[in-house]
Structures are given as C-alpha cells and as structure tokens.
C-alpha cells in the first residue's frame, strides 16, 4: 500500500504559477510510474501529465504543454507539478496517481493509487 498526498494548490490570478507536490508514505515512489490528473466541477477526471519511473520520461496534455513541468525526487519520496502561465480553464481539483508500470499510461483505469486532490483555482 502507498498512501498520496497532494499539497500546494490554492488561488492565483490568471498567468501566475503554482507548484503542486505528491509525497507518498508507506511504499517508497521510485517503485511506481506517476502521473496527475485533474477533474473541474461538472466534468470527468482527465489526464495532465505523467512521469516514468526513473524520471527519465515525462508526457503532457496538449492543454498542459508548454506550461507545466512535472518532476519527481525518489531521495525525498515526493513528485511535482510546476504550473506557469495559468488560466481560468485549468481550475479544478488536482489528483496524483501511481502506477505499478514502469512508464505509465494517460489511462484513470491504469493507475492503482490515488491521492485525495488538491483544489487549483484561477481567477481572470
């Protein structure tokens, strides 16, 4: 079992920055691709981002290309997304996800763990 917690979401302004954080306790992050997902009010969660188990490998959405960069350190068990040039659109609640493969797919169903989400919101 692993056990995800995301932190650092908030309010900001359109074209501010963010940099959201997944630690995990219970099973040690350099086992397990990772990804997040977000899901906006009304709507289905869907894919952001997701990075291979050595870091080595990183995929976007098309809407997250360009603006966010999402990094892993093993050493400190924690994952993150750095979100620049934010707007409107990308308000939702935040989820990190870990995956049993190596490099992971864009697919909720792929994932086998789930953090609770941490809530982005942009103002225009």
């Known amino acids: 079992q692993v056990q995800l917690v995301e932190s650092g979401g908030g309010l900001v302004q359109a074209g501010g920055s963010l940099r959201l954080s997944c630690t995990a306790s219970g099973r040690t992050l350099s086992t397990f691709g990772l990804g997040w997902f977000r899901q906006a009010p009304g709507k289905e969660r869907e894919f952001v981002s997701r990075?291979?188990?050595?870091?080595?490998?990183?995929y976007y959405a098309d809407s997250a290309k360009g603006r966010f960069t999402v990094s892993r350190d093993n050493a400190k068990n924690t994952m993150y997304l750095q979100m620049n040039s934010l707007k409107p659109e990308d308000t939702a609640v935040y989820y990190c996800?870990?995956?049993?493969?190596?490099?992971?797919?864009?697919?909720?169903?792929?994932?086998?763990?789930w953090g609770q989400g941490t809530q982005v919101t942009v103002s225009s």
């Open positions: 996800a870990a995956s049993s493969a190596a490099v992971p797919t864009s697919r909720n169903r792929d994932y086998d763990y």
């Open positions: 990075i291979s188990r050595s870091g080595g490998s990183t």
